[in-house]
């Protein structure tokens, strides 16, 4: 082989754009030793960074207040319900409506003045405000203390805790309160408060309209378990006969459970639904006119 066969090697050339691998490696290395720097003065000249690790999420079968089963929950709330009828004389809890709130200027002399504050005998709400009032409070406190001694008294087989009593008396309170204040007069389209007459009116339609939707659920949920049982027995039935359409059956028991209970028609349509029909004339152009 001739000499003229052999090549002489080009060393590589660096364009403008690129830069030599030792110059990348003294970058990488700089910019390594500028981040610790930072990070030791960030984190107080410490050699190790700190070991950052996440707050284990609470379990979800932790017990809570708020997450109780209301099984679990009706006892106290009938002892609750029962408590406040007793200490403000209604029957029932429609009656709170015509219930008379704490005097204003009893209120605020318990708050900024030297007030007796709420009576214990005989406590009134103040429901212009809620239950995390300085009055409320005190109202709340002594319902509280009425409910342990009834608790001791009765002998309960479990005696709750203060909180979680306490949280039964301000929900039952917030319900009752809600109640109250949409019995109050409203303003009418003219800018002037309701009539005695008017608000009647109104609460009685709300009434009509909250019985009319539980109706309607009541139907939606009988009817949705009504037409399962029926499903499901079909089914078995046809699995046991090793009938050629059970496949049908099974797809129909399928789309009922997807449909669940909301997917249900109402047994009431014409009625509980306000539907109303209204025929129109249609125009037919293409008709010879009749004088």
Request: charged share 25%; aromatic share 8%; proline share 6%.
């Amino acid at each position: 082989m001739s000499t003229a066969e052999w090549e002489t090697p080009v060393p590589p050339s660096h364009d403008n754009d690129q830069v030599p691998p030792s110059q990348v490696s003294a970058m990488v290395d700089a910019g390594t030793k500028g981040v610790e720097a930072a990070l030791k003065n960030v984190f107080g000249n410490s050699q190790a960074l700190p070991n950052l690790k996440h707050t284990p999420r609470r379990s979800k079968e932790t017990p809570s207040i708020r997450t109780r089963t209301n099984s679990t929950n009706i006892p106290q709330k009938n002892k609750v319900r029962k408590l406040f009828k007793e200490k403000f004389g209604f029957a029932h809890d429609t009656e709170f409506i015509a219930y008379n709130s704490a005097d204003p200027s009893d209120v605020h002399a318990y708050e900024y003045e030297d007030g007796p504050g709420p009576d214990v005998d005989s406590p009134i709400f103040d429901l212009m405000h809620g239950p995390s009032s300085v009055w409320n409070i005190a109202v709340i406190d002594n319902l509280l203390q009425a409910l342990q001694a009834e608790c001791n008294n009765e002998n309960w087989p479990v005696c709750w805790s203060d909180a979680y009593l306490r949280t039964l008396i301000v929900d039952h309170y917030k319900r009752l309160r809600t109640m109250w204040r949409k019995a109050q007069p409203k303003l009418t389209v003219k800018g002037i408060l309701e009539m005695p007459a008017e608000t009647e009116t109104r609460l009685v339609a709300e009434r009509n309209a909250l019985l009319k939707a539980n109706r309607q659920m009541t139907h939606h949920r009988n009817k949705y378990y009504r037409q399962l049982a029926v499903v499901e027995y079909l089914v078995k039935l046809k699995m046991e006969e090793n009938e050629d359409d059970v496949d049908t059956w099974k797809w129909l028991k399928d789309l009922l459970a997807r449909l669940g209970e909301h997917g249900m028609s109402s047994e009431e349509s014409g009625v509980e639904n306000d539907v109303e029909i209204v025929l129109h004339v249609k125009n037919l152009p293409w008709h010879r006119s009749v004088e």
